[in-house]
C-alpha cells in the first residue's frame, strides 16, 4: 500500500460528548489554521454553515477521539472496523473535517472506519455509505502490489455501485514525486485531490497524474495524539480532507445536490492557477462558500454528456515500436536511463481529451511519460524487467497500451527502425482493428 494511505476511527458522541466550544453552539478553531481562511472556510463557519447534520464518513487507520483533560476535541459519532489501531496519520486527517481548532467541518457526523487492508477498505466505504454518509474521504491508495487480478475486478465494480447510487468518494492524489496513479483514484467519478503549498504552487506530491481540484498539503496544522498534542504535517492526505469537509458544507446547504452539480459548484467556484486544468492543481485551488442560485444541475449536465464525444482510442507511432496483435499492445526495449518520444493521434479528436496521460500498472515508482509525451526509463530499473503502460481519457478508460521490455543498452530497439505498426482499438469492440500506420 502507498504511504500516503489512511484509515480513521472514532468514538460515539453518546460516551465522549461534544467539545465545550461546540456544545455551546458557536464552533471555534485556532488561529493557526490558516487554511481556514484561504479555502472560504472562515465566512461560512460565522454565518453558522459548520456541516451541521450532513453524515461524513472516512476510511482510515488508527483515528481516535482526541479528549483534554475534560474536553473532548474531537468526538466520532459511529466508530467501525479495527478500533485498536491508534496513529497520528489517521487522527490528523480526521482533525481537519472534524475538531475544534482544525475542523473545517465541526458539527458534521463523523462516521469513522478503522480498515486493515485492501478488502476491508472497500468493505468500509460500503459501512459508511450503508450508514448514509453522502461524503467519504479516503486519504489512502493502493497500487498493483497491493491486490489480485480478482480483488481488483471485485472492488472496481463496488465503487462503481456506490457512485452510481449517489456516493460522493473523495481521495488523495499520493505523494511521491514519481508515484503511480492509485486505487480507486483511477476511476471515473472519483475526486481526486492534489496537495499544494501556500503560496499556491506545487508541493511535489505526485504531479504527473491529472487531478480533480487541490487543496493545501504542506505544512499544515493538525492534531497529532488522541491527548490533545497538535502539531503540522504535510502531504495529499491532509489536503483530501478539506475537500471533503468543503463537501459537507455545501451539502449542509443544500442535501439534494447530486454528486456531478457539487462537482460542478467545485469547478465553478475553485481559483484558477492555470488557463486550464492541470495535472498538479486540477481545475484549481477549492473554495467554499454559498450554493450558487443558477448551479447547474443535473439535468443540464446530463444534456451536456450526451452530446460529449469522448475518445475510444489511440494510434501510437515512433521508431523502434512493434504492435503485438495477441494482447492488443505495443511494444519495445529500452535500456534504463534511455529517453524517447512519442507520438500519439486520438481516436476521434477531441480537445477535451489532450490531457491523454499514461498510467504504469507494474512498478511503485518510475519516471512518467506525462503530458509531454515523452518516455524515460528510471535508472534504477533492473534489465529483465518491463513496464506496462497505459494511456487513459478523460473518463479513465484505458485506451492504448504500451509494454517496456528494459534491456541492457545496446539491445534496444532500433532507434531509425521506419517501418511500424500503428493500431487503432474501439473498447466497445471484442478485437482491435489493426491498420498499417507509416511513420512520418
Known amino acids: 500500500m502507498t504511504v500516503f494511505r489512511t484509515l480513521i476511527a472514532a468514538l460515539a458522541v453518546i460516551v465522549f460528548g461534544m467539545s465545550a466550544a461546540l456544545a455551546a453552539g458557536a464552533p471555534t478553531y485556532d488561529a493557526s489554521a490558516w487554511y481556514m481562511g484561504e479555502l472560504g472556510v472562515t465566512n461560512l463557519l460565522n454565518a453558522g454553515i459548520t456541516g451541521k447534520g450532513v453524515k461524513v464518513g472516512m476510511v482510515d487507520t488508527g483515528i481516535r477521539p482526541i479528549v483534554s483533560g475534560s474536553v473532548t476535541n474531537m468526538?466520532?459519532?459511529?466508530?467501525?472496523?479495527?478500533?485498536?489501531?491508534?496513529?497520528?496519520?489517521?487522527?490528523?486527517?480526521?482533525?481537519?473535517?472534524?475538531?475544534d481548532k482544525f475542523?473545517?467541518?465541526?458539527?458534521?457526523?463523523?462516521?469513522?472506519?478503522?480498515?486493515?487492508?485492501?478488502?476491508?477498505?472497500?468493505?468500509?466505504?460500503?459501512?459508511?455509505?450503508?450508514?448514509?454518509?453522502?461524503?467519504?474521504?479516503?486519504?489512502?491508495?493502493?497500487?498493483?502490489?497491493?491486490?489480485?487480478?480478482?480483488?481488483?475486478?471485485?472492488?472496481?465494480?463496488?465503487?462503481?455501485?456506490?457512485?452510481a447510487q449517489g456516493l460522493i468518494l473523495v481521495a488523495a492524489g499520493g505523494n511521491a514525486p514519481n508515484e503511480t496513479l492509485s486505487f480507486p483514484q483511477d476511476i471515473d467519478g472519483v475526486i481526486d485531490i492534489a496537495g499544494i503549498t501556500r503560496d499556491r504552487t506545487?508541493?511535489?506530491?505526485?504531479?504527473?497524474?491529472?487531478?480533480?481540484?487541490?487543496?493545501?498539503?504542506?505544512?499544515?496544522?493538525?492534531?497529532?495524539?488522541?491527548?490533545?498534542?497538535?502539531?503540522?504535517?504535510?502531504?495529499s492526505s491532509f489536503a483530501?480532507?478539506?475537500?471533503?469537509?468543503?463537501?459537507?458544507?455545501?451539502?449542509?446547504?443544500?442535501?439534494?445536490?447530486?454528486?456531478?452539480?457539487?462537482?460542478?459548484?467545485?469547478?465553478?467556484?475553485?481559483?484558477?492557477?492555470?488557463?486550464?486544468?492541470?495535472?498538479?492543481?486540477?481545475?484549481?485551488?477549492?473554495?467554499?462558500?454559498?450554493?450558487?442560485?443558477?448551479?447547474?444541475?443535473?439535468?443540464?449536465?446530463?444534456?451536456?454528456?450526451?452530446?460529449?464525444v469522448k475518445t475510444t482510442s489511440a494510434t501510437l507511432s515512433n521508431k523502434g515500436l512493434t504492435w503485438n496483435d495477441q494482447y492488443s499492445r505495443y511494444e519495445i526495449k529500452m535500456y534504463p536511463g534511455e529517453t524517447r518520444k512519442l507520438k500519439y493521434t486520438l481516436v476521434p479528436v477531441n480537445v477535451s481529451d489532450t490531457n491523454l496521460y499514461w498510467?504504469?500498472?507494474?512498478?511503485?515508482?518510475?519516471?512518467?511519460?506525462?503530458?509531454?509525451?515523452?518516455l524515460t526509463v528510471p535508472t534504477t530499473t533492473a534489465t529483465g524487467r518491463f513496464l506496462v503502460y497505459e494511456a487513459r481519457n478523460r473518463e479513465r478508460e484505458t485506451i492504448c497500451r504500451l509494454r517496456v521490455d528494459v534491456v541492457s543498452k545496446g539491445s534496444e530497439s532500433d532507434p531509425d527502425k521506419e517501418a511500424i505498426i500503428g493500431f487503432v482499438v474501439v473498447?466497445?469492440?471484442?478485437?482491435?482493428?489493426?491498420?498499417g500506420t507509416p511513420l512520418d
Open 75 to 99: 468526538a466520532i459519532d459511529v466508530w467501525g472496523g479495527d478500533t485498536s489501531q491508534n496513529a497520528p496519520h489517521g487522527i490528523g486527517v480526521a482533525s481537519i473535517i472534524k475538531s
Open 103 to 163: 475542523g473545517i467541518a465541526p458539527e458534521c457526523a463523523l462516521y469513522a472506519y478503522n480498515g486493515s487492508g485492501f478488502v476491508d477498505d472497500i468493505n468500509g466505504l460500503w459501512w459508511c455509505f450503508t450508514n448514509g454518509c453522502r461524503v467519504v474521504n479516503f486519504s489512502g491508495g493502493y497500487t498493483p502490489f497491493d491486490y489480485t487480478t480478482e480483488q481488483l475486478a471485485w472492488a472496481t465494480e463496488q465503487i462503481r455501485t456506490m457512485l
Open 202 to 235: 506545487s508541493a511535489g506530491l505526485n504531479d504527473n497524474w491529472a487531478k480533480d481540484f487541490a487543496a493545501f498539503g504542506a505544512d499544515i496544522p493538525l492534531y497529532t495524539s488522541a491527548t490533545g498534542a497538535t502539531g503540522m504535517n504535510s502531504g
Open 240 to 308: 483530501a480532507p478539506m475537500a471533503t469537509a468543503i463537501c459537507a458544507l455545501y451539502l449542509q446547504q443544500n442535501p439534494a445536490l447530486t454528486r456531478d452539480e457539487l462537482y460542478e459548484i467545485l469547478k465553478a467556484s475553485c481559483v484558477k492557477l492555470s488557463d486550464g486544468p492541470s495535472k498538479v492543481w486540477g481545475h484549481g485551488l477549492l473554495q467554499a462558500g454559498h450554493v450558487p442560485a443558477d448551479y447547474k444541475t443535473q439535468a443540464q449536465i446530463d444534456a451536456e454528456k450526451a452530446s460529449y
Open 359 to 374: 498510467y504504469c500498472g507494474n512498478m511503485p515508482t518510475f519516471n512518467p511519460i506525462g503530458l509531454d509525451q515523452v
Open 427 to 435: 473498447i466497445a469492440s471484442s478485437a482491435p482493428i489493426a491498420v
